[in-house]
C-alpha cells in the first residue's frame, strides 16, 4: 500500500476572478470544476488540472470574497514546486511571467514566483520519469507546461516530530526530503525552518495538500493514520473523491483522498469546468447558490469566443 504523490492542493483566494485569470489565462493551467465549498456552499471552490485532470495536477482554491492576505508560518505550507521539462521552459515563464505583472528569480535549475496574492511557486527542472501531466493554452507551448506537482515545501519548527507519522503513511527519507512514490507517481514533502511571524491562515495561503491514494486502500489509509498517532476524520465523500483528512505532526493538514470517480462524474471531459457544478447533496439549493456567488468568467472560454 503506498499513496501515489500528491493529489491535489488546496489554497484560499480573496478574488476568484483575478485566480482564475492567472492560472488559466497566465499559467495555462485548465478550469476543470467550478463547484462551491462543501462546507460552505455561498462561496466558490475552484479546481485547475491538467488537460484531462488527472491526481498529480490539481491545484484547487477556496473563495473567501475580500479575504484579508494571509501569511505562511510554522505548520503550513508556503510553496508549491512544480515540473518542467527543460529550463527553456524557465526562460519562457520568466518572460510571460513578467508580461503578466509578476516578478521571478532564478534558483540553480527553477524559477520562484508568487501568485497575485502572494503565493509562493517554485518552477523546476526535475530529472522525474513520471508522466507528465498539461493543460492546453494557445499562448503556451505544450513542452514549456507546467507538468505536474513535484513537491510542497512546509514550514516545521520541529520536523522530527513528523518522522514517526510520515514513515507509518510510507513516506520515505532521504536528504532531499521525504518522497511518498506509488506504482504511478510520486511527489516530495520537504521543511524549512520557520520565520518567526505567526502564520495566518488567508487569502494567497495553502489550505491543504491531499495525497492520492488507491481507491480500495483508502479505509487502510484511515487505520494506518491512527497507528501513526493521528486522528483522522471519517471518510468524507466530496462527490469527485472519497476523503480523510487529519493534522500531521507538524501542523500541517493533510488529506489522502481517492483517485476515483473523478472529475468527469457529472460533465463530459470536454466540458469540464464550463458550468457551475453542485454536488447531489446541494442541488435542491441550487438557485440559492447561483444568485449568491459573483459571476466568474473562465479564462479559457473567453479566449475561445
Ligand atoms: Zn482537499
Known amino acids: 500500500m503506498k499513496l501515489d504523490g500528491i493529489h491535489h492542493i488546496t489554497g484560499i483566494t480573496g478574488d476568484a476572478q483575478r485566480n482564475a485569470d492567472f492560472y488559466v489565462g497566465v499559467l495555462g493551467l485548465r478550469l476543470v470544476k467550478k463547484s462551491v465549498n462543501q462546507d460552505d456552499p455561498t462561496v466558490y471552490h475552484l479546481f485547475y488540472g491538467d488537460e484531462h485532470a488527472h491526481p498529480g495536477l490539481d491545484l484547487t482554491f477556496f473563495e473567501y470574497p475580500g479575504a484579508a492576505p ?6 503550513m505550507i508556503r510553496r508549491v514546486v512544480w515540473r518542467m521539462a527543460d529550463p527553456e521552459a524557465l526562460d519562457f515563464w520568466a518572460e510571460r511571467l513578467a508580461g503578466a505583472g509578476i ?13 497575485p496574492e502572494g503565493l509562493e511557486h517554485q518552477l523546476l527542472v526535475a530529472d522525474v520519469t513520471d508522466d507528465p501531466l498539461v493543460a492546453e493554452h494557445r499562448e503556451v507551448p505544450a513542452e514549456y507546461a507546467l507538468q505536474g506537482f513535484h513537491a510542497v515545501r512546509a514550514y516545521s519548527s520541529q520536523p522530527e516530530t513528523s518522522r514517526h507519522m510520515l514513515d507509518t503513511l510510507g513516506f520515505t527519507e532521504s536528504v532531499a526530503g521525504y518522497e511518498a512514490r506509488g506504482e504511478h507517481r510520486g511527489s516530495l514533502y520537504l521543511y524549512d525552518e520557520p520565520p518567526a511571524a505567526p502564520s495566518i491562515q488567508g487569502a494567497g495561503t495553502i489550505h491543504h495538500v491531499a495525497w492520492t491514494s488507491d481507491d480500495e486502500d ?9 497507528q501513526g498517532g493521528g486522528r483522522p476524520t471519517p471518510v468524507i465523500d466530496r462527490h469527485y473523491f472519497r476523503s480523510i483528512y487529519f493534522r500531521e505532526p507538524s501542523g500541517v493538514l493533510f488529506e489522502i483522498a481517492t483517485r476515483s470517480p473523478g ?35 473562465n479564462p479559457r472560454v473567453a479566449a475561445r469566443s
Open 103 to 115: 516578478q521571478t528569480e532564478r534558483e540553480g535549475d527553477s524559477l520562484v514566483f508568487s501568485d
Open 218 to 226: 483508502h479505509e487502510a489509509w484511515r487505520e494506518r493514520v491512527q
Open 70 to 75: 494571509g501569511r505562511a508560518g510554522d505548520g
Open 263 to 297: 472529475f468527469t462524474v457529472d460533465e463530459p471531459l470536454e466540458h469540464l469546468g464550463e458550468k457551475l457544478s453542485i454536488p447531489p447533496f446541494l442541488e435542491n439549493r441550487r438557485p440559492e447558490i447561483e444568485a449568491t456567488v459573483r459571476p466568474l468568467e
